[in-house]
């Protein structure tokens, strides 16, 4: 790992470490201020697949979070522009409001799959058309591979067991876009002229946030919210960089502690 330099920027995941569904976690907008009131560049990054990055915006200014849309960056965005890239035509198996985010992409006579969270779809006859698309050969994409998630109503199934289905049936891997790639991270840096080595992550998710930030440079911050449960920091080597209560106490110790 390269030495450490003066931090530039903060990547801040969203469900979970500043909001869960339509709720914020408390003291997280007055934070953000204070993070913003520093001399860092600050970006939003989610792998949430259930809503377009037009809803995510309104949703979080709904709890009057101020975040503009150049500032997230989304692995639904990562996803398009390895479909882009690829230049195939994808059987979508995501939820119905993420769909604007493919808006323009040709889907008839599907010759890829892109999966993410589409508690929906995920029934046996969409994917077992699925399966039959790659047993013909057709790549999988998934979006992100997280375990589970956390809603209102407690800990829910993600995509990632539906994902590894369906490579155990096929005998295939599937490209992975969203975290913890690296390709993510860096991306998601794109454009703020810093290395990882100049930034800092703060998410719910040890594997996913934490893990896969540090695993490219960065320092990881694990926060008690969301996701998180008991020595969930035990899981990843090296461990996070720090483990706090929530957002507001990862925004104290950024203030106090690196700048």
């Known amino acids: 790992m390269a030495a450490r330099r ?11 470490t500043l909001h869960i569904e339509d709720a914020a976690v408390p003291g997280a907008q007055e934070a953000l201020k204070r993070l913003r009131g520093a001399s860092v560049m600050v970006r939003f990054v989610t792998n949430t697949t259930k809503e377009s990055k037009q809803d995510l915006l309104d949703r979080l200014k709904k709890l009057e979070f101020d975040i503009s849309e150049d500032e997230i960056f ?20 995501v939820d119905d409001r993420a769909l604007p985010d493919f808006k323009g992409i040709q889907t008839s006579d599907p010759n ?12 046996y006859q969409i994917l077992n058309q ?22 209102k109503d407690g800990l829910a199934l993600g995509p990632g067991p539906f994902v ?20 993510f991270f860096l991306e998601a840096l794109r454009g703020t002229g810093c290395e990882p080595e100049e930034a800092i992550m703060i998410g719910d998710d040890c594997r996913d946030d934490v893990g896969g930030a540090q695993n490219v440079g960065m320092l990881g911050i694990l926060v008690k919210t969301g996701k998180y449960r008991a ?18 106490h990862a925004v104290d110790h950024i203030l106090q502690h690196l700048l």
């Open 112 to 123: 890829a799959v892109v999966i993410g969270l589409a508690p929906e779809h995920f029934h």
């Open 74 to 93: 989304t692995s639904l965005t990562a996803a398009r522009n390895l479909v882009e890239q690829k230049q195939v035509r994808p059987m979508l198996l």
């Open 231 to 248: 020595a969930d920091e035990e899981k990843i080597n090296p461990p996070p960089y720090l483990t706090c209560e929530s957002f507001p």
């Open 130 to 151: 699925a399966f039959r698309l790659l047993l013909d050969g057709a790549p999988l994409i998934a979006i992100h591979k997280a375990r589970y998630y956390k809603r």
């Open 6 to 16: 003066a931090l530039k920027a903060v990547l801040v995941d969203l469900n979970g």
């Open 164 to 183: 590894t289905a369906l490579e155990y049936a096929t005998d295939t891997k599937a490209t992975v876009v969203g975290k913890p790639e690296k390709t």
